[in-house]
T-cell receptor
Framework: KQEVTQIPAALSVPEGENLVLNCSFT??????LQWFRQDPGKGLTSLLL?????REQTSGRLNASLDKSSGRSTLYIAASQPGDSATYLC?????????????FGTGTLLAVQP | EAEVAQSPRYKITEKSQAVAFWCDPI?????LYWYRQILGQGPELLVQ????????DSQLPKDRFSAERLKGVDSTLKIQPAELGDSAMYLC???????????FGDGTRLSIL
């Protein structure tokens, strides 16, 4: 059974710092991996999706990498801003599954201090 | 970009009562998902529809939960009777197909007293 773990559970950094969020998964046979952002009391906003054949994806100040063989992904946020404060979730879709079931981690709560 | 619409945003009800949530996916999205997110955890899939058909409801507590998508567009998730442990955020998502990115609504926050 696929399990997704995110470390750290919470992170507080001063504005302007670069930071890395970690995600690990137990079964490397995944179809893709997706990073989401969730603001308090809100739904999820998709940030980046990495297909299993890809190594990384970039969008603005965000860069996500995927090492399928080791079961790891990282989300790199450059020059953090207070507006980046949110919970960041990663989710994997198991390859070959009958349905597009996303398995989520428990998230990293990020606070960027002005 | 169009959004997934959910209502109500908040629902407070007593144990043993019935409660219903509504979701309108992005136009043209054939796949619709209902998730439950307990505070401090990641979302967990309850049910997935492809058009009007259920393709995965393995995690849906079928003794009290039901879901339908009669015309393959909007969907309703119902709980009867509600229990204290049902307090959570209920999220709806949609995608063009099973392999496409999922887009989420803002959810319904359910509190059972």
């Amino acid at each position: 059974k696929q399990e997704v773990t995110q470390i750290p559970a919470a992170l507080s950094v001063p504005e302007g710092e670069n930071l890395v969020l970690n995600c690990s998964f137990t079964d490397s046979a995944i179809y893709n991996l997706q990073w989401f952002r969730q603001d308090p009391g809100k739904g999820l906003t998709s940030l980046l999706l990495i297909q299993s054949s890809q190594r990384e994806q970039t969008s603005g100040r965000l860069n996500a990498s995927l090492d399928k063989s080791s079961g790891r992904s990282t989300l790199y946020i450059a020059a953090s801003q207070p507006g980046d404060s949110a919970t960041y979730l990663c989710a994997v879709r198991d390859y070959g599954g009958a349905t597009n079931k996303l398995i989520f981690g428990t998230g990293t709560l990020l606070a960027v201090q002005p | 970009e169009a959004e997934v619409a959910q209502s109500p945003r908040y629902k407070i009800t007593e144990k043993s009562q019935a409660v219903a949530f509504w979701c309108d996916p992005i136009s043209g999205h054939a796949t619709l998902y209902w998730y439950r997110q307990i505070l401090g955890q990641g979302p967990e899939l309850l049910v997935q529809f492809q058009d009007e058909s259920v393709v995965d409801d393995s995690q849906l507590p079928k003794d009290r939960f039901s879901a339908e998508r009669l015309k393959g567009v909007d969907s309703t998730l119902k709980i009867q009777p509600a229990e204290l442990g049902d307090s959570a955020m209920y999220l709806c998502a949609s995608s063009r197909g099973e392999t496409q990115p999922q887009h989420f609504g803002d959810g319904t926050r359910l509190s059972i007293l």
